[in-house]
């Protein structure tokens, strides 16, 4: 395995100086590891990956320096369009360094919506025209890297390094924070809500663990017939699925999302709030952080949700902090016309042991359709 900061150092001597981008679980270790020991001039978590690759463009135009983008491969989605119109030889030429964590690779064990994106990963980088070199746990050759670098500078464009599954060691975080320790944990407000007066209505979840949580709760409580809808991928856009659902289906829609999916695609904001449905209703489970894959810090907690959700046309918008206001706010959110957001402020941290769904995405989807449709 690498050390991350072994592989980070070399970088760092190569001349590669800003990180920036979106935190993958592949990747948890590295990204530890940069949060830790650079400022926060130096290295910025995205909203998106298409985000990280403007951000890294601006730095590269500041400063003729070649920057640095981690990603998910999922995030290959993000990033296309910048990847093409701007940094592409037949526009700007802009050099930069893509560190992609490889899920989904073929041959390896994953969830569905990694198969993907995992198997057309070189394809799809070949059909970009972005040079590129694999890197695994026995990786050695350093010469790869200096060789790929030095294209990205000679030949100014972008380049990659695919990372696959466990190539870094564990990199051990100093500080641990503790200032949202008597919040509530986002398992115990999942069952919270699925005991309550709205636990029959029509529930679109996010993406990671939210929506594995959310599904096991359903399972341990054998409430079977539900109308579930898991975005197990899509990352950001569950709320816009949910606003599809709440536009020709009569009922009330919860969708239920975190502060990282809401800040990776905040404009669905302005057109839930313009939409003027009185059957959306939106939560955000607010841990400050991407929980899913490691815990590495959003800004969710430096925002003001409520406030910008009024300010998008929200008819209503209410934050709570404990069991008491949960109960109370789970109750204004079905006793009101929408579109609503509930805020819930919770803090990080899941089971070890958690599950995920056991059938398919595809029959999932199956049974969802037949419990809204005429029902
Ligand atoms: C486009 C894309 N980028 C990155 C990821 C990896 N990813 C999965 S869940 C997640 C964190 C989601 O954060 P948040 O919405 O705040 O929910 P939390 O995990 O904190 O419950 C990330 C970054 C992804 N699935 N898709």
Redesign the pocket.
């Known amino acids: 395995m690498i050390k991350p900061e072994t592989f980070v150092n070399y970088l760092q001597k190569k001349g590669i100086n800003f990180f920036c981008g ?4 592949l990747l948890k270790e590295i990204c530890f590891f940069i949060n830790e020991n650079l400022g926060s001039k130096y290295h910025k978590i995205t909203a ?2 298409g985000s990280a690759i403007s951000l890294a463009t601006g730095y590269y135009l500041a400063t003729n320096k070649v920057p640095l983008v981690y ?2 491969n ?2 290959l ?2 990033a296309i369009n910048p990847l093409l119109s701007l940094c592409d030889k037949s526009v700007y030429k802009i050099p930069m360094i893509l560190l992609i964590g490889w899920r989904g690779e073929p041959g390896s064990i994953d969830e569905p919506q990694h198969i993907k994106h995992g198997e057309i990963q070189e394809t799809f980088l070949k059909t970009i025209d972005v040079p590129y070199e694999i890197i695994d746990n026995k990786f050695v050759d350093y010469t790869l890297i200096s060789n790929l670098i030095n294209k990205s500078k000679k030949e100014s464009r972008p380049v990659a390094l695919i990372i696959k599954k466990n190539t870094f060691s564990n990199f051990k975080i100093k500080s641990k924070s503790t200032a949202n320790i008597n919040l509530m944990l ?1 398992e115990k407000v999942l069952k919270e809500i699925l005991s309550s007066e709205i636990k029959n209505e029509i529930f679109v979840t ?5 929506s594995r949580e959310f599904y096991e709760l359903r399972k341990n409580n054998n409430q079977i017939l539900n109308k579930d809808f898991l975005t197990v ?1 899509s ?2 856009h569950c709320s816009q699925i949910a606003l599809g659902i709440s536009m020709f289906n009569k009922n009330d829609v919860y969708c239920i ?6 800040i ?1 695609h905040m404009g669905a904001l302005a057109i839930n709030g313009t939409s003027k449905l009185k059957n959306f209703k939106h939560i955000i ?1 607010n ?1 400050g ?5 490691g815990g590495q810090p ?1 800004v ?1 907690k430096e925002i003001n949700f409520t406030k910008i959700a009024k300010n998008c046309g929200y008819k209503k918008s209410k934050k709570v902090s404990n069991f008491i206001e949960l109960k109370k706010g789970i109750k204004w959110l079905n006793e009101n016309k929408g579109p609503l957001l509930l805020e819930i402020l919770i803090k990080n941290g899941s089971r070890s042991n958690l599950g995920r769904p056991q059938e398919s995405p595809y029959t999932n989807k199956i049974n969802f359709m037949n419990n809204i449709i005429n029902e």
């Open positions: 979106v935190p993958d679980s998106n990956e990603l998910q999922s995030g989605g993000n986002r996010t993406t990671g663990k939210t991928g990352m950001g999302d975190g502060d990282g999916s809401v990776m489970l841990n952080s991407h929980e899913s894959v959003t969710g």
